[in-house]
């Protein structure tokens, strides 16, 4: 398991799967991370995803997983289990969410794999799902370490002002995987509702003696994860969401780099009623694309948009259905995680 970056050759790969996915009960966990906008948590409508979408995301990502070994990746799937169950804690009690983002709870670094300490209680114990990969990993010689489990109290999260402003305290270390985008030996770490000042401290506790740098984002983007706002395709080439990254605000890291401003998505639509009708993702969820090779990009078959412009700046794209991308709050890059790619942990800036 070695992958040090967002764009060397792919060699093995998680796909995510959708079985059993629904939205959990809402608790100000939830709220605060995915719909701090909503007035009222009881306008969130909670359960399981309709059944034609959860058959129609399993049957994407199964054609993902035929073009991902068609071009010479091999593919993990996780286990599937039972997110209904509820589960407590001496604080608080819930139930999952699903199993169809496996990026957003595992970093990989080089031949470390980290478990993050998310701030969405649901998902306290979802990398159960990967237990079969994690003793595969640890018999391959992998370090596989987990952050703190936080704590989660109520006062973890705030809304009193969100105007641009993470609704996540700094009281304790906090972030999900895709908070961190992997630039070989830098790596840019977003402040948002997922990950704060702490998490990233102990980010550099933990990476800096391995040799990284840790570079802060703020100011950017302060909802959710990076990587429908800052997509690294190749050395020195990245794609940015001109909605939210501009040459103001671009961070130093990117500056040698060619940049290829982007805004204009073809919008996923959510479903109309019930769980998932109120998406915590944005419409550029169809940024959220997978790097095969520095030249070999997998992108939604409906972001005819970004296609043609990513074609235009010489890259070879291979479009996939991914019609619940808004729907479920996840895109081709969260709903794959890396394992194996080629390439040597390099200084890119």
């Keep these: 398991m070695y992958s040090k970056n967002e764009w060397g050759k792919l060699k093995k790969v998680v796909v995510g799967i959708a079985d059993g996915a629904q939205v959990p009960e809402v608790d100000t966990s ?3 991370i995915n719909y701090a906008d909503v007035k009222d948590e009881l306008d969130i409508p ?22 991902l070994k068609g071009l010479g990746v091999k593919v993990m799937r996780p286990d599937s289990i039972d997110h209904n169950k509820k589960f407590s804690t001496p604080e608080w009690e819930t139930t999952g969410w699903y199993t169809w983002c496996p990026r957003d709870l595992l970093l990989p670094l080089n031949n470390l794999m980290i478990e993050t300490p998310s701030a969405c209680r649901s998902r306290l114990f979802e990398t159960r799902a990967y237990h ?19 704590i989660l109290p109520d006062e973890t999260f705030q809304f009193e002002d969100i105007g641009g402003k ?66 690294p395709l190749a050395p020195g080439k990245v794609l940015l969401n001109s909605t939210r990254v501009n040459p103001d605000n671009c961070p130093k890291v990117f500056e040698k780099w ?20 109120i998406s915590p993702c944005s419409p550029y969820i169809g940024m959220n694309i997978l790097s095969v090779d520095p030249t070999t990009v997998i992108v939604g078959d409906d972001q ?15 479009p996939v259905k991914m019609r619940h991308a808004q729907t479920l709050s996840g ?13 040597g942990l390099e200084d890119y800036t």
Excluded at 132 to 149: H, S
Excluded at 173 to 191: E, S, Y
């Design 30 to 32: 939830l709220r605060h």
């Design 46 to 67: 909670t359960g399981k995803y309709p059944q034609i979408v959860i058959d129609e995301a399993n049957e994407d990502l199964e054609k993902l997983s035929e073009c």
């Design 132 to 150: 079969d990969i994690y003793l595969e990993a640890v018999r391959d010689g992998v370090e596989w370490i987990a952050a703190p489990k936080p």
């Design 166 to 231: 993470p609704s996540l305290r700094n009281l304790e270390p906090i972030f999900d995987a895709p908070n961190c985008v992997r630039l070989g030996k830098d790596i840019l770490f977003q402040i948002s509702n997922t990950g704060n000042h702490l998490g990233m401290q102990w980010l550099k506790n933990t990476l800096e003696p391995r040799g990284y740098r840790i570079h802060a984002a703020e100011h950017i983007y302060s909802f959710a994860h990076m990587d429908s706002t800052i997509v």
């Design 258 to 277: 060619d940049k290829i401003y982007f805004e204009d998505v073809n919008v996923n639509p959510a479903t109309d009623s019930g769980p998932g009708s």
């Design 304 to 318: 005819t948009n970004l296609i043609r412009v990513l074609e235009k700046q010489g890259f070879t794209v291979a």
């Design 331 to 343: 895109g081709l890059h969260c709903t794959t995680l890396d394992l194996r790619r080629r390439g």
